[in-house]
């Protein structure tokens, strides 16, 4: 009972929210700009986490973030309300930062191959770790962020779709018909490059061994 | 959906579920699965040794996940976005006011062409001057010159143009006219330059006269007030022409309005470059200080600052609390290590017994 009275207040802000950003949307679209403004700062720090998250350096999150508003900007008046302006929004930062890992991946230091030979293989790499409760021993907190430097790693072999999918699932937690909206893709191809994310990062930690 | 290409258990490898299985146990990893299914996966895990095997490997990544360095971030890196952000918009806005022949000219000829061709560049220059040498005056002639004050019409049959020296602008004329240009004619001698601003009104019309004539201050004071209306450019040229007047206290309240609303970062620079030379004034040196403060450029509250510190070593500022207050803000948080360092520089020329 009290979850689903928890569920409909928080269905009832996001209801509010999304109204509350399409009038600022029709404001801009008539020229206002302290109404784009006023959009842009509402989501413009969450745009700016995700880029750095999936670009790791200022410069290039900085980029993201400048393309995606004034791409959001030159475009306003093709926004035709039928999703939300967090999703359309999300669409554009995606295409950016999908447009961005592809320019670095073509890079030859940047491309990171899986092999395939590891990824039957019987005990993985998470199998082998320890329990959690790493909290409780300093030698467990640095071999925690030893293995998060290595999670990282692998995170960054992904291709550009598979981990700006990561991202969004594991990070953002969003849901996969949410992310397939967002990059103009089925729910179904989300649920593929997330599996074969997940698998990729598998048995590329497994070869850290 | 297909997510593994065997299909028997046996040939399975020990970290991958069942395959009656797979998906649903793929799905309640992601936390996708609807309740039913979630609990019917929980349910066929306890009885299966290689799901349960799955599903515990999936609450190890998930936690290993945890440990991922996430990167939050910095608020000047969130402050420097907006900023440039703010200068890609005037730019986009300035841009598309252009008009189609702006962009198009834009493309046609860029000034890294110029750049990479200095030859070709110098050649082009010269003829557009002697073209302009050659040319303009007989355009000036045709359009400005009436044969009659107010609504005039040359002998031609040539769009009749209003010339507004003969004729005071009204708030109408005013309120729905759009000025395309300002020139400045100066005839090389001591004279005060004329200056001639075009305005597309119902009626196209030439505002002409010096920048002392009470109508000419009118009409740039008008676009500086309404700024929102005018292209950058024009905004840039009302502020420069009206810099000679901030003697006159209207001028000033308009350059201080500038300083305070403007869009365009280039704009409030301007203003607070003309309104340098009268920063004794108390509203002009609160512009100042407002600018040092809340302007969002740094190159804006850099002007500000250096104005300050000018004021402050000329000995024209008075050394009250709130001022020195703000200068000691400013220089322990400003973002831009010039600023702080002039701000402490400021402060201590304003009291030399103010140590930092």
Known sequence: MGMSVALERDARQAAVKISDDHALVRDAQAGDRLAFEELVRRYDREVLRLALNLVHRSEDARDIYQESFLRVYRNLHRFRFECSFYTWLYRIVTNVALDHLRRRSSRKEDQAPVSEEHEGSSRDFFDRQPESNAASNPERVVLGQELGQRIQQAIDRLSPRERIVFELKHYQGLKLRVIGEMLGTSEETVKNSLFRATRKLRASLDEMR | MQV???????????????????????????EELERADELA????????????????????MRASLESVPRQEPSANL?????????DLLDEADASSNRGVFGQWADAIAPARWLTMHPAAAAALLLLIGFSAGTYSPRWFSHTVAPTSPGATESGNGEPAVNESSVIPLNDQDLRTADVTGINLVSDGGDAPPQIEVQLNAQRPML?????????????????????Q????DVRIESVELLKPRTHDQDVRQALCQVVHTDRNPAVRLRALEALSAEASQENVRNAILDALVDDANPGVRIEAINSLRELAEQGQVPADAHLVNVLRQRAEKDSSTYIRLQSAATIEALNPAEKF
């Open chain 2, 4 to 30: 593994d290409g065997n299909n028997g258990a046996a040939s399975r490898p020990a970290s991958e579920p069942c395959s009656e299985y797979s998906e649903r146990m793929y799905l309640f990893a992601a």
């Open chain 2, 41 to 60: 996966v929980k349910a066929h895990a306890q009885n299966c040794e290689r799901c349960a095997a799955y599903l515990e490997n999936v609450e190890k």
């Open chain 2, 229 to 232: 209306r005018f292209d950058p």
């Open chain 2, 207 to 227: 505002v002409h006269g010096s920048v002392a004539d009470d109508h000419v201050k009118q009409l740039l004071l008008y676009v500086l007030h309404n700024n």
């Open chain 2, 78 to 86: 969130l402050a420097e976005c907006r900023t440039n952000l703010t």
